[in-house]
């Protein structure tokens, strides 16, 4: 015997039926993964050129702290009170890589200047770099660097060349290279920056630019940390270029964030979890450690050991597992690294001390100021209209 169903029946069936694929189609997998609309532009203020610092200041630790609290009150330090802030068993995570010399400058055969920038090292005898000249060199071409040694044209990987040469990149770049000085930085590089240019425990090559909030710790600094009884580890993550590149697009969501190679080692993995179940704190030393920690706690929330590439993009919405405070430079109006901080602190109150650090005149960018943050909770849902 076949049943039938009234069309008030089916009617009904349909419109739960339609309910549950609405439902279905809103939720996300994951709730990281909830799609808002969020505009570049929101992520806009005003900061007069006379405050990017072109120059670092004499002394590492000399710099200015703005300390923006739980509490989002900000507070008017200087880097070398660090230590009042921090506690016993505090966990301080650096990234400990090296900046290399990776700008050089040679000609085509037919003469033309050529200025190369090293993205990332291949094996020793081959890179992945952009190349600036008049015309883009062709597959199989060669350049001539300032000391005469000739480097091969591979061909291109996307915006990108491939470059070879006989001698180790590492050699030539420490002979003929120069310091990749950011973009807002309109000078010559020069002896100075070789040494101020690159954090006092930097030890691994392989970065074209600085992890800059290292920049402000010196050893006496460090020394002072550690009687303190603050702990310390150390991550590494290769800086490319791309962490200048502009985001293009006015949906943020849409931005294709560059790649990074990282590893965190079980050493660390072991320290973090030691430190949060001991009630200390996390505190990345810079956005890299940030992208180098949470990369790790990606896949399950929690921190395990990693070593690859990561292109993870934090805006506001995102959540982070594993970094209880960090320490920043002030970072470009429209950059991804604002769009971090503001989803570590929320959105709201750092577009607010960013607003009183240009009243209180701080320093800018790499060879700037720094910041020191504290997660916050509430951050997730403070999401720029």
Same mark, same amino acid.
């Given at each position: 015997?076949?049943?039938?169903?009234?069309?008030?029946?089916?009617?009904?069936?349909?419109?739960?039926?339609?309910?549950?694929?609405?439902?279905?189609?809103?939720?996300?997998?994951?709730?990281?993964?909830?799609?808002?609309?969020?505009?570049?532009?929101?992520?806009?203020?005003?900061?007069?050129?006379?405050?990017?610092?072109?120059?670092?200041?004499?002394?590492?630790?000399?710099?200015?702290?703005?300390?923006?609290?739980?509490?989002?009150?900000?507070?008017?330090?200087?880097?070398?009170?660090?230590?009042?802030?921090?506690?016993?068993?505090?966990?301080?995570?650096?990234?400990?890589?090296?900046?290399?010399?990776?700008?050089?400058?040679?000609?085509?055969?037919?003469?033309?200047?050529?200025?190369?920038?090293?993205?990332?090292?291949?094996?020793?005898?081959?890179?992945?770099?952009?190349?600036?000249?008049?015309?883009?060199?062709?597959?199989?071409?060669?350049?001539?660097?300032?000391?005469?040694?000739?480097?091969?044209?591979?061909?291109? @990987?996307?915006?990108?060349?491939?470059?070879?040469?006989?001698?180790?990149?590492?050699?030539?770049?420490?002979?003929?290279?120069?310091?990749?000085?950011?973009?807002?930085?309109?000078?010559?590089?020069?002896?100075?920056?070789?040494?101020?240019?690159?954090?006092?425990?930097?030890?691994?090559?392989?970065?074209?630019?600085?992890?800059?909030?290292?920049?402000?710790?010196?050893?006496?600094?460090?020394?002072?940390?550690?009687?303190?009884?603050?702990?310390? %580890?150390?991550?590494?993550?290769?800086?490319?270029?791309?962490?200048?590149?502009?985001?293009?697009? @006015?949906?943020?969501?849409?931005?294709?964030?560059?790649?990074?190679?990282?590893?965190?080692?079980?050493?660390?993995?072991?320290?973090?979890?030691?430190?949060?179940?001991?009630?200390?704190?996390?505190?990345?030393?810079?956005?890299?450690?940030?992208?180098?920690?949470?990369?790790?706690?990606?896949?399950?929330?929690?921190?395990?050991?990693?070593?690859?590439?990561?292109?993870?993009?934090?805006?506001?919405?995102?959540?982070?597992?594993?970094?209880?405070?960090?320490?920043?430079?002030?970072?470009?109006?429209?950059?991804?690294?604002?769009?971090?901080?503001?989803?570590?602190?929320?959105?709201?109150?750092?577009?607010?001390?960013?607003?009183?650090?240009?009243?209180?005149?701080?320093?800018?960018?790499?060879?700037?100021?720094?910041?020191?943050?504290?997660?916050?909770?509430? %951050?997730?849902?403070?999401?720029?209209?």
């Amino acid at each position: 015997m076949v049943s039938t169903q009234s069309e008030s029946d089916r009617n009904s069936h349909s419109s739960r039926l339609e309910k549950a694929i609405k439902v279905v189609l809103r939720a996300p997998n994951n709730p990281n993964k909830q799609r808002f609309t969020l505009k570049k532009s929101s992520f806009y203020f005003d900061l007069p050129s006379e405050l990017i610092a072109k120059r670092p200041l004499n002394e590492r630790s000399s710099s200015r702290l703005l300390i923006l609290d739980e509490n989002a009150r900000c507070l008017h330090r200087h880097f070398s009170d660090l230590g009042d802030f921090l506690k016993p068993g505090d966990l301080l995570v650096f990234n400990n890589t090296k900046v290399v010399p990776a700008r050089l400058f040679g000609k085509k055969s037919t003469g033309g200047a050529v200025e190369i920038l090293v993205e990332r090292m291949l094996d020793d005898h081959r890179v992945r770099a952009q190349v600036r000249a008049s015309k883009s060199p062709k597959a199989g071409s060669e350049i001539v660097l300032e000391n005469g040694e000739v480097v091969e044209v591979e061909g291109r @990987e996307g915006d990108m060349f491939l470059l070879c040469a006989k001698t180790p990149w590492l050699e030539l770049m420490e002979s003929v290279g120069h310091m990749p000085l950011p973009p807002y930085i309109d000078r010559d590089d020069d002896q100075t920056d070789r040494a101020r240019y690159q954090t006092v425990y930097a030890q691994t090559p392989g970065a074209v630019a600085a992890p800059t909030a290292g920049l402000h710790f010196d050893d006496a600094l460090l020394s002072e940390l550690r009687q303190k009884g603050v702990e310390t %580890a150390e991550v590494t993550l290769h800086v490319g270029a791309g962490t200048y590149q502009p985001v293009r697009v @006015e949906d943020i969501n849409d931005h294709v964030m560059h790649s990074e190679w990282l590893s965190v080692s079980d050493e660390v993995v072991q320290k973090v979890r030691g430190t949060k179940a001991n009630g200390g704190k996390v505190i990345a030393v810079g956005t890299t450690s940030v992208r180098s920690l949470e990369t790790a706690a990606l896949k399950t929330g929690e921190i395990q050991p990693f070593s690859g590439d990561t292109d993870i993009f934090l805006y506001p919405g995102k959540e982070f597992h594993v970094v209880d405070m960090l320490i920043t430079n002030f970072h470009l109006p429209e950059s991804t690294l604002l769009m971090l901080v503001s989803a570590f602190s929320g959105y709201t109150k750092i577009l607010s001390a960013y607003r009183e650090a240009v009243y209180k005149n701080y320093r800018f960018f790499s060879y700037g100021d720094a910041m020191l943050l504290t997660r916050n909770p509430n %951050a997730v849902k403070d999401i720029p209209a």
